[in-house]
């Protein structure tokens, strides 16, 4: 199988819930493949930002709307642009993690999401690795290779233990994950599910490495069908 770039790839689609595994293994494909990364949660928490700096409500759904419709959110080489500021560092703080799981249920919010991460693929040949919550079930519903990335719980919040600088309290990052779970899968609009064509990929026990040998193997086999 050829690794070099290759414009023919179609959308590899990465979902699955917080600290699944899916950056770790989108960045792997993506520079295996020579295809460009997007990671569309970013989008949300930068919308999530933006309506946090305006002091809108996240209860008030046009206001909110209002606010994100006017931004360019985009992404270029792994760092999130807000109307070209560069807010890679602060979309991470736990403030914008917690509103962005609030953003992410308004569904005109969404809409203008999906549009902005569907031209981002398209400006790039319409080929990439896109991760997210709804990428197989509402953005790319026709892409060629579907993983549905799982990792038990506890595995999980050790993962964004180890990944968070200052120590937090486990107790508090285990409620925190499991509070952006249920918010996740249970809203209304686009909530993360697994498609019926989404191959499902536990990553506890499995190294990076064995996770993208999965998922390489995934692309080789939609390959050789076509
Ligand atoms: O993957 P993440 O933690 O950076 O995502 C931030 C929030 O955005 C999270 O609450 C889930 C939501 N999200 C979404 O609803 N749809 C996506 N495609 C990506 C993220």
Same mark, same amino acid.
């Given at each position: ?19 699944? $595994? ?28 933006? =309506? ?9 759904? #046009? ?12 992404? #270029? ?8 500021? &560069?807010? #890679? ?6 403030? %914008? ?11 005109? %919010? ?8 569907? @031209?981002? =693929?398209?400006?790039? $040949?319409?080929?990439? =690795?896109?991760?997210? @919550? &709804?990428? $197989?079930?509402?953005?790319? *519903? &026709? ?12 595995? @999980? ?33 686009? *909530? ?33 069908? #076509?």
């Amino acid at each position: 199988m050829s690794t070099g770039a290759d414009r023919s790839w179609g959308v590899i689609a990465i979902d699955g819930p917080a600290a699944s $595994g899916k950056t770790t293994l989108a960045r792997r494909l993506a520079e295996e493949l020579g295809l460009a990364w997007l990671d569309t949660g970013a989008f949300y928490r930068a919308a999530a930002l933006a =309506v946090l700096r305006a002091g809108a409500d996240f209860g008030d759904e #046009e206001g909110a709307v209002e606010v994100v419709r006017p931004r360019v959110i985009s992404q #270029e080489g792994g760092r999130t642009l807000l109307d070209g500021e &560069d807010v #890679e560092t602060e979309i991470r703080t736990p403030r %914008v993690t917690e509103a962005a799981s609030l953003v992410a249920v308004l569904p005109g %919010v969404r809409r203008i999401m999906v549009r902005m991460q569907r @031209r981002w =693929v398209e400006e790039r $040949g319409g080929s990439a =690795v896109v991760e997210g @919550r &709804d990428i $197989g079930s509402v953005v790319f *519903p &026709d892409a060629p290779v579907k993983v549905f990335l799982t990792a038990d719980s506890d595995e @999980r919040a050790r993962r964004r233990l180890a990944e968070l600088g200052d120590a937090p309290e486990a107790s508090a990052v285990r409620e925190s994950l499991s509070r952006r779970d249920r918010t996740d899968a249970t809203r209304t609009a686009s *909530p993360m599910r697994r498609m019926p064509d989404a191959v499902e990929i536990n990553t506890t026990t499995l190294s990076p490495d064995e996770a993208a040998g999965r998922v390489l193997a995934l692309v080789r086999a939609a390959r050789a069908a #076509e």
